[in-house]
């Protein structure tokens, strides 16, 4: 290729190596300098003080110039003069050396930087005085790749990337490029084609829609929660209370124009009130960018980036840290099972199927529309892994939920016979997805933080250690639970004895996992109606129904996750456009829901015989769970100290005078909760002060007498331990 030819393919933004042309380089014994200013008449070289050393001469109208570099000259800049007349000073991109160091381009290439996010993305330097932005970005099938923003006029000829053939990553420093800079990249495909601008998939900001730009973002939060952090363990606390608030910021509250609270008024209202009630934890519904707000978080483009619906990134670490000073701790939905085919986010991001599989019969959902990850590509496994502890380490958040494991799981989620390709054993298990999630487990707990899977299948060992053959999570979604209760609850209570199996079924295999008991958004939604509208009977059944049921499940072994909404008994299904209806608490019945939820939770957290054993089998005990024609059950759990609380569901309209339990000790014992308290909106009807008395019953030598309400749950205890 011809000087003229090579300037030409420079001018023309399709020179693939523009460091080999631009900027200084060696002629012979002299130092010579190039440079591309489109739509300039005039070029000059001066020194950092701004001192004209020489004109430089025009080699290309397309706006090339080169001059000669003094020997002496260290620092150098250029003066240009505009087509229109306009002068200013502009540095020189290619006369910097790669920020990126030999381990970096190695562990990039190896996929196993744990800080891939302080590597590829946009960050903001200072190289020998000057301040700017490194920008990184992997494309190994472009053929040109170049940064386009408010700093260059969104021209691509302008700043076109270097290239590290080892590993296919595209780097730049961009002086003058600032904080709150616009850009996305510009990338032509290995046959020469130009691409839709496509947003940084490492951004830690983005433009709202329709823009969708990736912004530059310099975080310049102090934390304050230095001691929560220190706290962390790479070892999970599983004897611990857990109740979940389950929350999508953009609807729980509105303000009073309708609009979306922000991070901040969130860290304000939302933190106290959950502080309230008496929630230990919040769950954001999915908070990385996303282009749909009816995709309610779970189609991300951003998987670095909380979305700029509520505010900046700073503003979402504010939240986190109001969190941890309210002693609440956060976990985020986190969506690693599909991405959207929005044309500026990851969808054939160098042109290529780089991110997803080319085969749409394991790179497809065909439910949802959107693209699966390639779990067996090093290097998607380490932008999943790196975006997990991104939000753990720079966002500090302290667990992370798993959405749609089982689409994951398995090649056939969701497809007919045709439609999917078998693994390399012939099976249907998708294991490149499966080593994925083990290694995704043994990172993040490594860095201090838990894990949940949704999932939804009897796949084995979910929440058993990766060590001991499972796939590492935490803890656990109990669908089967959700549904078999919720499934009992909205039957009739003439003919619950006929189901009554579906509430106790679930002690079969409650202990196989560490599971959460999960009444969350997927069940108040779609034509499910809210949890409330399942319960039958007229406003006052359905209320104690509902009120009976929360008892039921704070007893049940298993962590607790309710909704927001559901704490109000909120009638309609759950609408992201709007805001919870709160105008509900001005009646008596939803009022007595959130004073019942607010009382199981302070109760529940300060009973360690409702959480310490929720997965040993020996924190729990029937005392009757056969009594189907009373509609009527009774357990016990138990502390590692044997202090024990009696939970009893009477789940008929019936209220039962002189019902007999068997108890395992004799001596005096009290009513510690009863969701038929005139307060909660019930009856009042309550036990005084009981003696177990040497009757047998169901097998144990002492038994109580007690009263039971009408649809009501009631904890008992012994007087001693009260």
Known sequence: MTDSKILSAIVAGQHRDPFAVLGPHRVGKSRHVRTLQPNASACALIDKHGKVIAKMTRTHDGGVFEGDLPARLRHYAFRVTSDAGVQFDAEDPYRFPSTLGELDLYLLGEGSDQHIFRKLGAHVFKIAGVSGTRFAVWAPNASRVSVVGDFNYWDGRRHVMRLHPGNGIWEIFVPGADRGANYKYEIQNNY??????????????????????????????????????????????????????????????????????????????LVDYVREIGFTHIELMPVSEHPFDGSWGYQPVGLFAPTQRFGTPDDFRYFVDRCHAADISVIVDWVPA??????????????????????????????????????????????????ALYWIHELHIDAIRVDAVASMLYLDYSREDGEWIPNELGGNENLQAVEFLKRFNSEVHAAGASTFAEESTAWPGVSRPVHSGGLGFTYKWNMGWMNDTLSYMSENPVHRKHHHDKMTFGLVYAFDENFVLPLSHDEVVHGKRSIIGRMPGDEWQQFANLRAYYAFMYAHPGKKLLFMGNEIAQRHEWNHDQSLDWHLLQYPLHAGVQALVRDLNHFYCNTPALYEKDFDSSGFEWLDWNDRDSSVLSWLRRDSSGQFVIAVSNLTPIVRDHYRIGVPNGGDYVEVFNTDKQQYGGSGLANDRLTATDTPHNGRAQSLELRLPALATLYLRPANGA
């Open 192 to 269: 020469g084609k130009l691409l839709p601008l496509k947003s940084d998939p490492y951004a830690a900001y983005h433009e709202a829609p329709p823009g969708n730009s990736s912004i530059v973002f310099d975080s310049q939060y102090h934390w304050q929660d230095d001691a929560w952090m220190q706290r962390r363990s790479a070892t999970p606390q599983m004897n611990r209370p857990i109740a979940i608030y389950e929350v999508h910021p953009g609807s729980w509250r509105r303000d009073a124009h309708g609009g979306y609270l922000g991070y901040r008024e969130l860290a304000d209202q």
């Open 338 to 387: 599909h991405f959207p085919k929005d044309e500026h986010g990851l969808a054939r991001f160098d042109g290529s199927a780089l991110y997803e599989h080319a085969d749409p019969r394991k790179g497809e959902h065909a439910d949802w529309g959107t693209l699966i990850f390639n779990y067996g590509r090093r290097e998607v496994v380490n932008y999943l892994i790196g975006s």
